[in-house]
T-cell receptor, first 115, second 112 residues
Framework: DAGVIQSPRHEVTEMGQEVTLRCKPI?????LFWYRQTMMRGLELLIY????????DSGMPEDRFSAKMPNASFSTLKIQPSEPRDSAVYFC?????????????FGDGTRLSIL | KQEVTQIPAALSVPEGENLVLNCSFT??????LQWFRQDPGKGLTSLLL?????REQTSGRLNASLDKSSGRSTLYIAASQPGDSATYLC???????????FGTGTKLQVIP
């Protein structure tokens, strides 16, 4: 079975440019999460969706960050304009939420460098 | 606000040793606790998920225990192998069972 697929794997761009990160969750999963990982702050939850609806975006650092999930098989995280401090590894994860607690499955991440 | 601490930050052991990784959390009202493994340049892989009603979970050479009242969990790895070398993170819900807070991780190196 295909896992969570993220693209691109690496992104290098200049400050001020728009960056779009993409995620395809595992088929059948109904929850999707976006995380950011840095050496200084560790792994932080940015936003998560249930059934394509954003539930909690309190981790989104600024208005420069936005996330969408237009359908059950695709999500984007956009940064506009980008800044050097946005450099990090961004992970997408998905899970199946039912009556029990299910583990989250992670993609391999997008390593973002803002020059 | 939930805070999750993992000790030690790094650990180096010879192959074959049994070892224990520690995770502590400040808010004991949790739904579950998860242990993950992260290999360099990769995402996280879920190892074990312990429900709040459980005391431990086992998978192969891994055993995770949970003591909610004291805000602690341990991950026991038996007969460690070089392939176990990775960073291990624990995660607990914070403000809802889906919103998790991760620890900073323990970087494990198993020396052949």
């Amino acid at each position: 079975d295909a896992g969570v697929i993220q693209s691109p794997r690496h992104e290098v761009t200049e400050m001020g440019q728009e960056v779009t990160l993409r995620c395809k969750p595992i088929s059948g999963h109904n929850s999707l999460f976006w995380y950011r990982q840095t050496m200084m702050r560790g792994l932080e939850l940015l936003i998560y969706f249930n059934n394509n609806v954003p539930i909690d975006d309190s981790g989104m650092p600024e208005d420069r960050f936005s996330a969408k999930m237009p359908n059950a098989s695709f999500s984007t995280l956009k940064i506009q304009p980008s800044e050097p401090r946005d450099s990090a590894v961004y992970f997408c994860a998905s899970s199946l939420v039912d009556h029990g607690n299910q583990p989250q499955h992670f993609g391999d991440g997008t390593r973002l460098s803002i020059l | 606000k939930q805070e999750v601490t993992q000790i030690p930050a790094a650990l180096s052991v010879p192959e074959g040793e049994n070892l224990v990784l520690n995770c502590s959390f400040t808010d004991s009202a949790i739904y579950n606790l998860q242990w993950f493994r992260q290999d360099p340049g990769k995402g996280l892989t879920s190892l074990l998920l312990i429900q709040s009603s459980q005391r431990e979970q086992t998978s192969g050479r891994l055993n995770a225990s949970l003591d909610k009242s004291s805000g602690r969990s341990t991950l026991y790895i038996a007969a460690s192998q070089p392939g176990d070398s990775a960073t291990y993170l624990c995660a607990v819900p914070s403000g809802g069972y889906q919103k998790v807070t991760f620890g900073t991780g323990t970087k494990l190196q198993v020396i052949p």
